[in-house]
């Protein structure tokens, strides 16, 4: 293999362990602090999906538990979920 391809290799990887280890470690960060973070965590273990192999297996963990959940509260107790529209206020 060329010496450039695998500088380049190198270089991309280490710019998507920095950009998604930072947006992961935000994400962390914003579950004490005001934040997304169920949305921005997953966002950083996609990044860094795209070259390590145990951030792709963490989000599909995440995946499965979020689908969990949502059905959980979609299904509470035994019955489905409905959306409570208030009343029409403009006079």
Do not use: C
Not at 57 to 72: G, I, P, T
Request: hydrophobic content about 50%.
């Amino acid at each position: 293999m060329h010496p450039l391809q695998i500088t380049y290799r190198y270089a991309k990887r280490i710019v998507v362990a920095l950009v998604g280890g930072t947006v992961l470690l935000a994400g962390i960060a914003m579950i004490v602090l005001p934040g997304p973070a169920v949305v921005v965590i997953p966002i950083g273990l996609g990044i860094l999906g795209l070259e390590f192999a145990w951030a792709r297996a963490w989000l599909k963990r995440v995946k499965e538990k979020a689908s969990q959940v949502a059905e959980a509260v979609r299904t509470r107790n035994g019955r489905q979920a409905t959306a409570v529209v208030p009343p029409n206020t403009d006079r």
